[in-house]
């Protein structure tokens, strides 16, 4: 009920391309909806997150598409740079009093110069 | 403003030991949690203090505690180590349940 199950473990992206990484979710009381960004040696970083009456969020070249009946939600990156290669995890938790975030197992992506 | 500070960076012990970690929330915020980080486990919630009070604790054995100061700083301690604790400790604050920020963790290292 608690698993947060992400995919792909690894992805590689030219230059300019889209990178997109995909979770779903099983607990339907999470309602929010976090992606972080980590890079060696750093603690994860809050890219962009949602909340599910919303179907779409856009910050920037970052997107986060949201499918509430399908329990899932990906990232979209448009115009990936090689400064975006990072390991990305996508998190959900209750928005209530209590902080506890559940991870995805992370995607490590590599744009390619 | 100042982010989220944990003590310290690295640390080396050995098995049997205990150890104690630190993490001073930005100012403000009065959530802290604690996530253990590995390759293999990913990152797993450890608990949460607020106001000084543990509102939620994860799937660990008791030798994991923590505490949190009236100033929101934050401790957690791992007692009777093993080599499977050998990980990277994160801290991180939040705001009236806003977006969790995080510090860049204490790697430990148990031998």
């Known amino acids: 009920q608690q698993q947060v199950k992400q995919s792909p473990q690894s992805l590689i992206v030219q230059k300019g391309g889209i990178s997109i990484i995909n979770c779903a979710y099983e607990n339907t009381a999470f309602d929010y909806f976090p992606w972080y960004q980590q890079f060696p040696g750093k603690g994860p970083a809050l890219l962009i997150a949602?909340?599910?009456?919303?179907s779409e969020k856009k910050e920037g070249r970052f997107t986060i598409s949201f499918n509430k009946s399908a329990k899932q939600f990906s990232l979209h990156i448009m115009d990936s740079q090689p400064g975006d290669s990072a390991t990305y995890f996508c998190a959900a938790t209750l928005s209530g009093s209590a902080r506890q975030l559940t991870f995805g197992s992370g995607t490590q992506l590599t744009v390619l110069p | 403003k100042a982010g989220v500070t944990q003590t310290p960076r690295y640390l080396i012990k050995t098995r049997g030991q205990q150890v104690t970690l630190s993490c001073s929330p930005i100012s403000g915020h009065r959530s802290v949690s604690w996530y253990q980080q590995t390759p293999g486990q990913g990152l797993q919630f450890l608990f949460e203090?607020?106001?000084?009070?543990?509102?939620n604790k994860g799937n660990f054995p008791g030798r994991f505690s923590g505490r949190q100061f009236s100033n929101s700083r934050s401790e957690m301690n791992v007692s009777t180590l093993e080599l499977g604790d050998s990980a990277l400790y994160l801290c991180?604050?939040?705001?009236?349940?806003?977006?969790?920020?995080f510090g860049s963790g204490t790697r430990l290292t148990v031998v």
């Open positions: 203090y607020f106001s000084e009070t543990q509102r």
């Open positions: 991180a604050s939040s705001f009236l349940g806003q977006g969790d920020t």
């Open positions: 949602i909340r599910p009456d919303v």
